[in-house]
């Protein structure tokens, strides 16, 4: 069992700075990039989305920068309030198998007031919206040299529990099917309806048996067999006292969730009106749902990370979408080697997810500015 440090942090001041880190571009050209995964390969996996229905794609990206698409014609459509586009989200590969979480699409419309939403009425893009999709691939996606296409009849066969199998053109194999998929929708008395938004998932080495999925509709956290797909509710995230004058209180809105020993850490990205100060990241126990908040007084924290230190407390980072969402301003990331935390790296545009490799490069995608971006130490 990994050892696990409980910290409750302040993020620092924008004057509180670690040295100068050198930030490149790795890889460019991306469309509204999600989630980000290395490869046992050295590579990285990235979920996109474009503007086009059914248009998302999980592309690989090897070293230098080159992006490969893997998968494409995946579920995906405008999401409310917005319109943006939304598609597959988080990814966990094991072996030759790859699990695809697919977000809410355009399963939805804006409702006659603001805050609320219903069905849409003409019915969404993709039957498979809300879901988990299992790809097995004829050989590590570290080497597969094609790309695989799903198209609408596809989509609709998985729905129908039916097994899907694509060819690449070069002899490689995708053999898909659903794992589960959760309820897209539930009546709600102040939205009309709230929808099931999944955005990331991970696993845990100690409870193997399961994925965990963090809703950000739901403001939930999913256990989901992952060899059955039976879905329960490990955890809900209840919404906090608005501390300015509207709305009279402020949705979680849980948009990642990363393994910390045995433990789960979920960034809460927090709602509108997105005041400073109510993000933050809380610690979840997966045999009980107990929750704790483990880094707090945060602005818009979308992703968190963890590494380890023999004999010592880990090294956490904390991303930020924005240092001010209500004024446009752009991503940092933040680094904790103590209590407080000091900007890493700032100027980041709109950065949904990042990993971390053996030697602290730091990988994020930038989802506004269609980049990867590494973060190298100094």
Not at 277 to 284: A, E, K, L, M, N
Not at 336 to 359: C, E, F, Q, R, V
Request: hydrophobic share 40%.
């Amino acid at each position: 069992m990994s050892k696990t440090f409980p910290l409750v942090a302040l993020l620092a001041s924008a004057a509180s700075l670690v040295p100068a880190q050198k930030v490149t571009v790795y890889a460019t050209g991306l469309k509204n990039p999600t989630q980000i995964i290395q490869t046992p390969g050295g590579n990285l996996l990235v979920t996109e989305t474009d503007t086009p229905i059914n248009s998302g794609r999980v592309s690989r990206i090897s070293s230098g920068g080159a992006v490969h698409p893997l998968m494409t014609g995946l579920p995906s459509g405008p999401s409310i309030p917005a319109n943006d586009p939304d598609g597959p989200s988080g990814i966990i590969l094991a072996g030759q198998v790859l699990y695809i979480e697919i977000g809410e699409g355009d399963g939805f419309v804006n409702g006659p007031n603001q805050g609320q939403m219903v069905p849409n009425p003409a019915g969404g893009s993709s039957p498979i919206f809300a879901s988990i999709m299992k790809v097995t691939f004829s050989a590590s996606p570290d080497l597969i040299g094609g790309t695989f296409a799903l198209t609408a009849d596809n989509q609709s066969d998985l729905s129908l529990g039916k097994v899907v199998t694509l060819t690449d053109g070069s002899g490689d194999t995708a053999t898909c099917e659903m794992l589960t998929q959760l309820r897209q929708g539930i009546p709600d008395p102040v939205t009309l309806w709230r929808h099931s938004h999944p955005y990331a998932m991970t696993s845990l080495a100690s409870q193997p048996n399961y994925f965990y999925i963090a809703d950000a509709g739901r403001n939930l956290v999913w256990q989901v067999d992952n060899s059955t797909g039976k879905t329960i509710a490990l955890a809900e995230f209840a919404s906090t006292p608005d501390p300015v004058a509207g709305p009279p209180v402020i949705e979680a809105v849980p948009d990642n969730i990363r393994p910390y020993g045995n433990q789960l850490l979920v960034a809460l990205l927090s709602g509108a009106p997105f005041v400073g100060g109510q993000s933050r990241v809380v610690q979840v126990d997966p045999a009980t749902g107990a929750q704790s908040v483990f880094i707090a007084d945060l602005t818009s924290t979308i992703d968190v990370g963890v590494v380890p230190v023999p004999n010592a407390r880990p090294i956490f980072y904390t991303l930020q979408y924005s240092s001010s969402l209500t004024t446009g301003a752009p991503g940092q990331l933040i680094r904790y080697d103590g209590p407080l935390g000091k900007i890493y790296a700032d100027g980041l545009k709109g950065p949904t997810s990042m990993t971390i490799d053996s030697s602290g490069n730091i990988y994020i995608a930038e989802h506004d500015g269609g980049d990867i971006v590494l973060v190298t130490p100094q």
